[in-house]
Structures are given as structure tokens and as C-alpha cells.
């Protein structure tokens, strides 16, 4: 089955400096790769997904890169604010099956 | 929408007795999840409906565990007996056909915040 390795576990970084988040997954049937935002005591929250026939894709200061071939993908979050401290989930999957995870992101912007 | 609504928010229960979380999801989505989430393992799927029929349920952990979505509108997740290794968050997430026929986002609930003494 499919398995999502997501790094880093943790990342710190300034107001206004930028942030990525990487993921790569294991089973090239994986169509549909989603990034989730969880804040505390809720739960996660779709910010950005992207789907195998597109490279990128980007929403405001958020942007997902795909790479099929390496399998991997990840999130870009420029110009960050506070607001963005969260955990950040990867996941991935096939249309009308689970999403697997990734082990999450701790993503602190300090001002 | 209400989203997708998940009950309690809190349970605190003692080893041994039956703990019995609730979800309703979105309306008109043919998919529901059942996630728990601890600090150690991160988010990890129990089990999947499509259609109130259950798919798969590999992640369910062990026989004390069990799951029921009598009709599409409602679903429960069961603990008997409950153990404090249990002591989780349990999340309930829905899914369906948007307006490109596609299947798009999940949507998750609150969760439900378990402790188990």
C-alpha cells in the first residue's frame, strides 16, 4: 500500500521569509496529492491540492510542486506570517480511496 | 453546510468501559473516514464507508474496536472495553463527487478528544 515520508518534522523560520515542506510518496498509482493545515484543537483543513497531470499549482503565497517521476511533492508557503504557525499534512491517494498521511509538519513564524 | 459533525468533542472515560464516538457527514457524500491521531503514530485511518459499506478496515486495531454507518447520515465507532492506550484524538472525515464529477477534498470534523484512565 501506499506510504507518505514528509520533512521536516519541525520548521522555524521569520515573518516574511519563506517555508517548504516535502513529501514523497510510494505508489506511482497515487493520483491525488493534497496538503492539509491543522491549528490546534481542529481539525486539518484542505489548503492547496494538486492532481498528477499538473506540475504546479499555487494559490496566493501557497504553491504545491509535483514531480512523478521522483514521487515526491511539496509545499511552498512565501512571504509567512504568524497565522501560518500550524501543522502542515501531506497526503496522497487514488480517487475513491483513504488518503495516507504524512507525519505532519510543526511549522513556527515568529515575528 | 454544518460541515461534518462529530460528538462529543471530549470524552474522559475509565479503563474498561464502552466509549461510543458519533459522526454525521456532509450531506450528499458517498465517502466517510474515521482517523485517530496521537502524537506518537500522527494521523492514522481506521477505517473507510463508501456508500454505508465498509472498505476497508485494516487500521482498525484490534477486535475491541468496531464501526457501523447504518444509513448515510450517520456513523459510529465503538470501544469496548476501552484501555488507555486508546487515550486519542478521533477524527471522522466525508467525501464526495464535486461539481467536476471529480472526487475532491475531505472535509474533517472537530474530533473527538478521548482520555482513557
Known amino acids: 500500500g501506499e506510504n507518505v515520508e514528509q520533512h521536516p518534522s519541525t520548521l522555524s523560520v521569520q515573518e516574511g521569509d519563506s517555508a517548504v515542506i516535502k513529501c514523497t510518496y510510494s505508489d506511482s498509482a497515487s493520483n491525488y496529492f493534497p496538503w492539509y493545515k491543522q491549528e490546534l484543537g481542529k481539525g486539518p483543513q484542505l489548503i492547496i491540492d494538486i492532481r498528477s497531470n499538473v506540475g504546479e499549482k499555487k494559490d496566493q503565497r501557497i504553491a504545491v510542486t509535483l514531480n512523478k517521476t521522483a514521487k515526491h511533492f511539496s509545499l511552498h508557503i512565501t512571504e509567512t506570517q504568524p497565522e501560518d504557525s500550524a501543522v502542515y499534512f501531506c497526503?496522497?491517494?487514488?480517487?475513491?480511496?483513504?488518503?495516507?498521511f504524512g507525519k505532519g509538519t510543526t511549522l513556527s513564524v515568529s515575528s | 453546510d454544518a460541515g461534518v459533525i462529530q460528538s462529543p468533542r471530549h470524552e474522559v472515560t475509565e479503563m474498561g468501559q464502552e466509549v461510543t464516538l458519533r459522526c454525521k457527514p456532509i450531506s450528499g457524500h458517498d465517502y466517510l473516514f474515521w482517523y485517530r491521531q496521537t502524537m506518537m503514530r500522527g494521523l492514522e485511518l481506521l477505517i473507510y464507508f463508501n456508500n454505508n459499506v465498509p472498505i476497508d478496515d485494516s487500521g482498525m486495531p484490534e477486535d475491541r474496536f468496531s464501526a457501523k454507518m447504518p444509513n448515510a447520515s450517520f456513523s459510529t465507532l465503538k470501544i469496548q472495553p476501552s484501555e488507555p492506550r486508546d487515550s486519542a484524538v478521533y477524527f471522522c472525515a466525508s467525501n464526495g463527487r464535486g461539481p467536476s464529477l471529480k472526487y475532491n477534498e475531505q472535509f474533517f470534523g472537530p474530533g473527538t478528544r478521548l482520555t482513557v484512565l
Open positions: 497526503a496522497a491517494n487514488q480517487a475513491g480511496t483513504a488518503l495516507i
